[in-house]
């Protein structure tokens, strides 16, 4: 068995064609939905870059593995899925992101520092962008512009400040991840190896800059393009960071500034955001291609989903921060198998990203590690148990992940367990703001109305509430294991 990981970065779940968005050009995504299962109900296990993926590659809570925070590093000690694959006799390659350790050039470095990951290849891009006016030649991707004599210039249109004009699809870095695996495919295949190799690519992360002939496509039907859900005013009972982001991302006041928008620089943002996905989809094409011309599409486990999602100015905000909306923590995620995981099927199991790496493992044959914190799914994939049976609980944390909020600092968890969804904010004084939200998923418009003060909701509060102190507890860290002494 080979596989190829792809995660994404900040897209949300109701982005693809097989999740229901009638806008975005999702045909080789929902291909491999077609040919695979579909899970509708995947979580983040945080809103936030690095603890989403320290998590998701160690099968581990972030505040157990280490990166709690952008700009922390993992645990040297925690044993990554590429590291067991690796020890198994894969051959382990990555492009594009990581980010499981700080980089950055007043730090002096350039590249992540990298723990005994299992990566055999290494091509790291942790963004496109050239930084405070360097061109990190860590990274891969800047150096493959360089020696091509390219740039990245993505400047401002004219019709929309909001939205940039990305470089060409064949200089991207989505298309730059695609040929880097492409190249480790082809590579293992004429060498023998069984492999696995992580896409990380950067989009659709902001800023929003797809390919100009991308983005045209829906600026023919910009005016149809739906506007953010939203109502006037509904953020007076949620928590004050919701309040702070309304007014700049990142509780930076005028950055993505939802009030200084008007409906034409909504509609763009969520064009240039699909147009990105677009492109995604692109290259998954390319991919699966290759695969199916190689012969090895039967042979080869695919796994897509990303780390997290994007605020696109629902509720009043852009980007992401500490609260736990669907357009947060709820994530695409797509595995096929041809050969073994029987396809055409959706799944409405609440499964966690941590659940990934022991359902790999087992995939794989290879027993799994004694320090995991998430549960297989394989038997759901195989048709061995029932595909809608996984958790009764899908749990996600922020511990002061995003550190532009400062004042004050942000603590949270959330617990849902499929209809409810309970956040609550730690530290927070009643008097002071809400510090707790309750939502029925089932009800329109989705997580506007906080019922956490409503009567007739007491039972589910305090039931969720009791869940969340369960959750919270599972996350200590069950090494090491120690023997009983009689």
């Known amino acids: 068995m080979n596989i190829l990981w792809i995660c994404t970065d900040q897209q949300r779940a109701d982005t693809l064609g097989c999740m229901g968005n009638k806008w975005?050009?999702?045909?080789?995504?929902?291909?491999?939905?077609?040919?695979?299962?579909?899970?509708?109900?995947?979580?983040?296990?945080?809103?936030?870059?690095?603890?989403?993926?320290?998590?998701?590659?160690?099968?581990?809570?972030?505040?157990?593995?280490?990166?709690?925070?952008?700009?922390?590093?993992?645990?040297?000690?925690?044993?990554?899925?590429?590291?067991?694959?690796?020890?198994?006799?894969?051959?382990?390659?990555?492009?594009?992101?990581?980010?499981?350790?700080?980089?950055?050039?007043?730090?002096?470095?350039?590249?992540?520092?990298?723990?005994?990951?299992?990566?055999?290849?290494f091509s790291w891009s942790h963004h496109p962008q050239p930084h405070q006016g360097t061109n990190w030649p860590a990274n891969a991707y800047n150096?493959?512009?360089?020696?091509?004599?390219?740039?990245?210039?993505?400047?401002?249109?004219?019709?929309?400040?909001?939205?940039?004009?990305?470089?060409?699809?064949?200089?991207?870095?989505?298309?730059?991840?695609?040929?880097?695996?492409?190249?480790?495919?082809?590579?293992?295949?004429?060498?023998?190896?069984?492999?696995?190799?992580?896409?990380?690519?950067?989009?659709?992360?902001?800023?929003?800059?797809?390919?100009?002939d991308y983005l045209q496509r829906y600026l023919d039907k910009l005016d149809q393009l739906p506007l953010p859900n939203y109502g006037e005013g509904e953020l007076a009972d949620k928590p004050v960071f919701?309040?702070?982001?309304?007014?700049?991302?990142?509780?930076?006041?005028?950055?993505?500034?939802?009030?200084?928008?008007?409906?034409?620089?909504?509609?763009?943002?969520?064009?240039?955001?699909?147009?990105?996905?677009?492109?995604?989809?692109?290259?998954?094409?390319?991919?699966?291609?290759?695969?199916?011309?190689?012969?090895?599409?039967?042979?080869?486990?695919?796994?897509?989903?990303?780390?997290h999602g994007e605020n696109l100015g629902d509720h009043g905000m852009y980007l992401k921060g500490p609260y736990f909306y669907e357009n947060n923590v709820?994530?695409?995620?797509?595995?096929?198998?041809?050969?073994?995981?029987?396809?055409?099927?959706r799944s409405r199991a609440l499964v966690e990203l941590t659940d990934l790496a022991p359902t790999l493992c087992d995939a794989a044959g290879i027993p799994a590690w004694e320090g995991f914190q998430g549960k297989?799914?394989?038997?759901?994939?195989?048709?061995?148990?029932?595909?809608?049976?996984?958790r009764s609980s899908v749990y996600s944390e922020y511990y002061n992940s995003n550190i532009n909020h400062r004042d004050p600092l942000a603590f949270a968890t959330m617990v849902c367990d499929g209809r409810y969804k309970l956040v609550r904010v730690h530290g927070c004084r009643e008097g002071e703001t809400c510090c707790t939200e309750l939502y029925d998923l089932q009800e329109q418009p989705l997580e506007r109305k906080n019922h956490y003060r409503d009567p007739a909701m007491a039972d589910v509060k305090m039931r969720l509430l009791e869940t969340m102190c369960d959750r919270m507890a599972g996350t200590c860290d069950p090494l090491p294991v120690r023997k009983a002494c009689w």
């Open 24 to 121: 975005v050009h999702t045909p080789n995504l929902d291909r491999l939905a077609s040919e695979g299962v579909v899970f509708e109900n995947a979580y983040s296990q945080s809103p936030v870059c690095a603890p989403s993926r320290g998590s998701f590659l160690s099968g581990r809570y972030p505040r157990t593995c280490g990166p709690r925070q952008n700009g922390q590093d993992i645990d040297s000690r925690e044993r990554l899925l590429p590291r067991i694959l690796a020890d198994n006799g894969y051959y382990c390659g990555l492009a594009g992101k990581l980010h499981l350790t700080a980089c950055h050039p007043d730090t002096g470095r350039l590249e992540e520092a990298r723990i005994d990951d299992g990566y055999h290849v």
């Open 143 to 212: 150096r493959f512009l360089l020696k091509n004599g390219r740039d990245y210039i993505t400047p401002d249109r004219e019709d929309c400040t909001y939205v940039q004009t990305g470089v060409e699809e064949t200089w991207h870095q989505t298309t730059w991840c695609a040929d880097e695996a492409l190249r480790f495919m082809e590579n293992a295949r004429v060498f023998g190896k069984d492999w696995m190799f992580s896409l990380n690519c950067f989009d659709p992360h902001h800023p929003f800059d797809p390919p100009a």
């Open 242 to 307: 919701q309040q702070k982001d309304h007014e700049g991302a990142y509780d930076t006041k005028g950055y993505y500034a939802y009030d200084s928008m008007n409906d034409h620089d909504h509609r763009m943002i969520r064009a240039a955001y699909w147009a990105m996905v677009d492109l995604i989809d692109k290259q998954v094409g390319r991919l699966l291609d290759y695969l199916d011309r190689t012969g090895q599409r039967e042979d080869t486990l695919i796994v897509f989903h990303s780390d």
């Open 330 to 345: 709820h994530v695409p995620l797509l595995i096929s198998w041809p050969g073994r995981i029987p396809g055409g099927r």
């Open 376 to 390: 297989s799914f394989w038997k759901l994939l195989t048709g061995e148990a029932d595909l809608h049976t996984h």
